[in-house]
């Protein structure tokens, strides 16, 4: 199985060569990363100081579930008004670098992971608030808690793709990860089929502690009463879900 790297590896290169001592040299180069999100990497009027922006097309929804909060407390002081056309900009300045070479590792590492942690801000609402309901349960039997509690709370959808989206939603005993996939050709579907087929056959093999996994072509239940899913006609339409169970989402 192929195991991709969570951050942009393009970026990772150059910034490590850029803070290793390396003469500063004119930058303006765009990178494109999965899901149509891009970034630009350029130095302003001055080569020592690097301006790294990018763009993402459900920004708007991921400032809605606490980007912002995550990318401050990530980013904190390198973060600059964002460049025309991205969403959200750092400036990385090479003459005011961290001294510690660890520290600049750290920096390389995080800048790097520019589009992961934007696009956890739900992520971590989710645990957060299946924290919360977690321990409130707690104080109830399953006959006698009340309806909120047992619902969970609400459906966060990502939109990350044209006609694909992402749905996460906490409740007290587990957050459910559910991607919309869609595939317009007869080929894409079969080969689209037996592959997101194989994360429910894994878990049947060999991990029987992996969250569960499920397959259909129709909106699951915990989608019931979300706006806007579209109708499989043909069997183009799929939702996989992940339901990450208890003992795994406390560890977050």
């Known amino acids: 199985m192929l195991l991709l790297d969570y951050q942009n590896v393009l970026i990772q290169s150059l910034l490590t060569e850029r803070f ?9 180069q765009v990178v494109s ?21 990018i763009a993402v097309k459900c920004f708007k929804e991921l400032l809605q579930y606490g980007a912002q909060d995550v990318l401050e407390r990530e980013y904190g002081p390198y973060i600059t008004t964002p460049e025309a056309g991205y969403d959200f900009s750092l400036i990385i300045d090479l003459q005011q670098l961290p001294e510690d070479a660890e520290a600049r ?44 509690v047992a619902e969970g709370g609400e459906v966060m959808a990502i939109h990350y793709r044209d006609e694909e989206a ?6 007290h005993d587990r957050v459910t990860v559910i991607f919309s ?9 079969i080969f689209g089929k037996v592959f997101l087929q194989e994360f429910v056959d ?7 502690n992996a969250p569960q996994v499920l397959f259909r072509n ?15 006609t043909n069997g183009e339409i799929g939702y996989v879900t992940f339901g990450t169970v208890k003992n795994v989402a406390s560890q977050y």
């Open 166 to 171: 992402i749905y996460i939603k906490a409740s």
């Open 181 to 189: 996939t869609i595939f317009r050709e007869e080929t894409d579907r």
């Open 20 to 28: 290793s001592g390396a003469p500063p040299v004119s930058i303006d």
């Open 105 to 148: 590792e750290d920096l390389v590492r995080r800048v790097s992971l520019l589009k992961r942690n934007a696009m956890a801000a739900p992520f971590e609402r989710a645990f957060d608030d299946f924290a919360q309901r977690q321990e409130e349960a707690a104080k109830y039997t399953s006959e006698s808690a009340p309806e909120g």
């Open 33 to 53: 990363d999965f899901d149509g999100v891009t970034f630009h990497l350029s130095t302003l009027e001055t080569k020592s100081k690097i301006l790294i922006s």
């Open 202 to 208: 894994a878990r049947r093999r060999a991990i029987q």
């Open 218 to 232: 129709e909106p699951p239940l915990e989608l019931q009463g979300v706006r806007g899913l579209s109708k499989s």
